[in-house]
């Protein structure tokens, strides 16, 4: 298949992919009262939101600075910066394809090994994925009270879990996750790779477990794992400012909001344009719980999401006209 015609098949996919999931979501939605909400919402909230977006793109890119000087490459940190603004914005495409692109940006520029990069990419993702489960479990330990609530004044939901989690599930659930293991040890070894998918997981595997080892052994432990903290910190600070633009929400505390938050972040996991579809749901049903009706969370998925995405495509279009005017030497 011709490449070309092999991307636009990609792009067009995922991008349908995540309008079905929007249209799912939001069949039963009055887009007509929306537009009537929208007068409501106290958009000066949303400033400095944008400007709290724009710090975690600049602490993101810092941190892979590090990463990447930890290495023993030096490169100029607006390369890094606008390499990761690139980042977002192809992802809006293809979902990861940012990753690729801001390495393929770095070693063109700075003049980088490809596979070196990629390696710090991976080790990003690594860093990443441990603040995610961090922030899951504190979220849930802090509101069990919340979910409690809400299950016991459910009862079909009461006995829906009781179903899920029955011992005899809890088994099968457990022998499979074992039997799961075992099998990406055999593959990860290479004892499959006459197969071309065990191939590209056995490839995954191990550069992910190359990250691990660079994190270990490099000097810049103690400016990465620092800006990780700011970067997700910053992610939460943003949604939260959007808070309170509804007032309906403001009400809501700031561990309400971190249970958000991580429900969201889940909802981006989907492989659609910037979650798109997903992270909406995943908002809707969250706020539920809180007690905050579906029309209003889906208001707000619109305006949260709908911002993210605008920034996206706005830092994303100056720094793709930059990055060749910055390097025009090169």
Request: with cysteine; charged share 15%; hydrophobic share 55%.
């Amino acid at each position: 298949m011709n490449k070309k015609l092999k991307t636009a098949l990609k792009i067009t996919l995922f991008i349908g992919f995540g309008i079905v999931i929007f249209v799912l979501v939001y069949k039963d939605f009055d887009f007509k009262n929306f537009i009537g909400t929208l007068s409501g919402i106290k958009w000066g909230w949303l400033i400095p939101a944008s400007l709290i977006s724009l710090l975690s793109h600049i602490s993101r890119a810092r941190r892979w600075q590090l990463m990447l000087e930890a290495t023993g490459e030096k490169p100029r940190f607006a390369n890094s910066f606008f390499a990761v603004l690139n980042a977002y914005f192809a992802n809006l495409a293809i979902p990861r394809l940012g990753e690729v692109t801001r390495c393929a940006l770095i070693s063109r520029y700075e003049k980088q090994d490809f596979s070196k990069v990629l390696g710090t990419v991976v080790s990003e993702r690594l860093l990443d994925l441990i603040l995610v489960v961090i922030l899951t479990v504190v979220a849930f330990a802090t509101q069990a009270n919340v979910f409690v609530d809400f299950v016991s004044q459910h009862p079909e939901i009461e006995d829906n879990l009781a179903r899920i989690f029955s011992p005899l599930t809890i088994t099968i659930l457990s022998l499979s996750a074992i039997a799961g293991l075992c099998l990406l040890i055999v593959i990860a070894k290479g004892k499959l790779d006459r197969f071309k998918i065990c191939q590209k997981i056995s490839k995954f595997i191990n550069d992910f477990w190359t990250g691990i080892l660079s994190l270990k052994n490099t000097q810049q432990k103690g400016g990465i794992i620092f800006h990780s903290f700011v970067i997700w910190t910053l992610y939460f600070l943003m949604l939260y400012f959007c808070f309170f633009a509804f007032d309906e929400l403001s009400g809501l505390n700031i561990l309400a909001a971190l249970m958000l938050f991580v429900a969201g972040s889940f909802g981006m996991i989907v492989p659609s344009p910037n979650g798109m579809g997903s992270y909406h749901f995943m908002i809707i049903q969250t706020l539920i719980i809180y007690g905050i009706p579906s029309e209003t969370g889906a208001s707000f998925a619109l305006v949260a999401h709908g911002l993210q995405t605008l920034l996206i495509i706005v830092f994303g279009l100056i720094s793709t006209a930059l990055i060749p005017v910055f390097n025009k030497n090169k």
